[in-house]
């Protein structure tokens, strides 16, 4: 389970470490709020967000922010990546890591176009105007929800909008849930102990676990739950047909 570290898995290591020390203790907020992945519709959207948001962790001076984020994510490709990069070369999984890390930006994002639509389409049917929500959404001026009504229902409808528009998508969790997908359909029988489960579990079960849970769990949008479900969904989905791809071209050839 911890495998001699691989050029490419070291590589992306260092540049997540290296950004999360610059953005933190160098240049934040600047850094943090460039390059952290915002819904596309948001005023604060850079088309290199859809990259450098796989770059940027949760920073513990934000609300809600923690070192964990980062150190689960960096443990997690260090202890599959590696096999990973042998079994399929450092070109394919350069491919697969990022692959897997924006089919999580576009799941999670299409997820939000669905909510900002239906928000949308409410507060127009009440006569309220959505640019109200769109020009206070300002990365640093506005750092509280403000009130845009007196009447309950569209005050927090209204709230939703914003927070969807100036909240955005950190880290690597979709290119890891991609990797750890990827290594549950090469090798199905291994027996992994993951960090939330207790007890020995063979690899072909992992990746429907999570699945299920993170639609679940992206559904039910609990509340104080800030984690991007849909990002980990689209990550393994990326992951688990990749390697199903990968494994019928390297049949064909042999």
């Known amino acids: ?83 990973l990069e042998q079994v399929l070369g450092q070109k394919k999984f350069i491919i697969l890591y990022f692959a897997a890390g924006l089919g999580g930006f576009v799941l999670f994002n299409m997820w939000n176009y669905y909510e900002v639509s239906q928000l949308t389409n409410y507060l127009t049917s009440q ?36 927070a969807i528009l100036k909240t955005p998508m950190v880290g690597a969790s979709g ?22 489960i207790p007890f020995p579990i063979k690899a072909k079960y992992l990746t429907p676990i999570i699945i299920a849970v993170s639609i679940f769990l992206g559904l039910r949008q609990f509340s104080g739950d800030n984690i991007a479900h849909f990002a980990h969904l689209g990550g393994a989905l990326i992951g688990y047909l990749f390697v199903l791809n990968f494994k019928k071209n390297r049949d064909r050839i042999q």
């Not at 519709?41 to 809600?64: A, D």
């Not at 309220?128 to 409808?157: A, C, L, M, N």
Request: charged share 15%.
């Open 127 to 162: 006569g309220f105007d959505i640019h109200d929500v769109y020009k206070t959404v300002d990365t640093r001026q506005i750092k509280y929800y403000p009130q845009f009504s007196d009447k309950e229902g569209i005050d927090s409808s209204a709230r939703e909008l914003f």
């Open 1 to 83: 389970m911890f495998p001699q570290i691989t050029p490419v898995t070291r590589n992306i290591i260092i540049l997540n470490v290296i950004f999360y020390i610059v953005s933190n203790f160098v240049s934040y907020p600047l850094l943090y709020d460039k390059f952290s992945g915002y819904f596309p519709l948001s005023p604060n959207f850079e088309s290199w967000q859809i990259v450098t948001h796989m770059f940027m962790h949760s920073s513990f001076k934000e609300p809600g922010g923690t070192l964990f984020h980062i150190i689960f994510n960096m443990f997690t490709l260090y202890s599959f990546g590696p096999v």
């Open 175 to 196: 290119a890891i849930f991609g990797i750890i997908a990827a290594f549950s359909t090469l090798f199905p029988d291994a027996k992994l102990m993951f960090m939330f």
